[in-house]
């Protein structure tokens, strides 16, 4: 039987540590969040597993989500500015809850990263927090962005999970079929800049705004 090689334990303590920042049970709040996911499944145009399927993937490629990966690759660089890019960042953000929303989970990820890194505690968008806390911890770029889309994806599914009649395990198989997507959004956003931030998912932000406005919901966005 083959001896297993030796651990290189500072870069699998920094592996630990990621993983534990972007754990979706890392306190930031994000289970009250939803990106104007309730009113897309309050209005029908989500409402089975194909339809959030579509949705999380459009989000993804077009919309926050892809937004979300190039600021994170823009923070992790050495020298990044991230107080230019928290501000730029904010600009980006098209509705007031939207805006709200990756404040105050920026806020909070920052808060208890910062007693776990050392690195700053200054509020900051989510994004620009989580790539200031992980730029010190020796994981590739790819790696952090794919663990961060990939735990985005999940609180949306846990989202449509509580709303929809759609059982854990058909969740779960839609966030697994999100796997190729989220790789290759991650690798691609791993050598983006800021030329390459845009995009056009005109239905989810149309949908964040709506939300704004519902008399009766369960998530903050």
Do not use: K
Not at 6 to 34: E, I, K, N, R
Not at 196 to 211: K, P, S, T, V, W
Not at 216 to 221: E, K
């Amino acid at each position: 039987m083959g001896m297993a090689g030796p651990l290189d334990t500072t870069t699998d303590a920094g592996g630990l540590l990621l993983v534990q920042l972007l754990s979706p049970a890392f306190p930031t709040g994000a289970f009250a969040y939803a990106q104007g996911l309730e009113w897309a499944m309050d209005s029908g145009a989500v409402h089975d597993a194909g339809s959030l399927a579509e949705w999380l993937r459009d989000v993804l490629e077009h919309g926050s989500g892809w937004s979300d990966a190039v600021l994170l690759s823009l923070a992790l660089r050495p020298g990044a500015d991230h107080v230019a890019l928290d501000e730029f960042a904010r600009a980006l953000c098209l509705t007031a809850e939207r805006l709200t929303e990756t404040l105050e989970q920026g806020a909070a990820f920052a808060r208890t990263a910062a007693a776990l890194t050392g690195m700053e505690a200054s509020p900051a968008v989510l994004p620009v927090a989580v790539g200031r806390a992980c730029a010190s911890l020796g994981q590739p770029a790819a790696r952090v962005i794919g663990f961060y889309l990939h735990g985005q994806a999940l609180n949306l599914v846990q989202a449509a999970v509580r709303f929809l009649p759609l059982g854990q395990t058909e969740g779960q198989r839609v966030l697994a079929d999100l796997s190729p997507v989220i790789l290759r959004l991650a690798a691609q956003a791993a050598n983006a800049t800021e030329a390459d931030l845009g995009g056009c998912a005109i239905g989810a932000e149309n949908a964040q705004a709506r939300h704004e406005t519902m008399q009766t919901r369960i998530f903050r966005t």
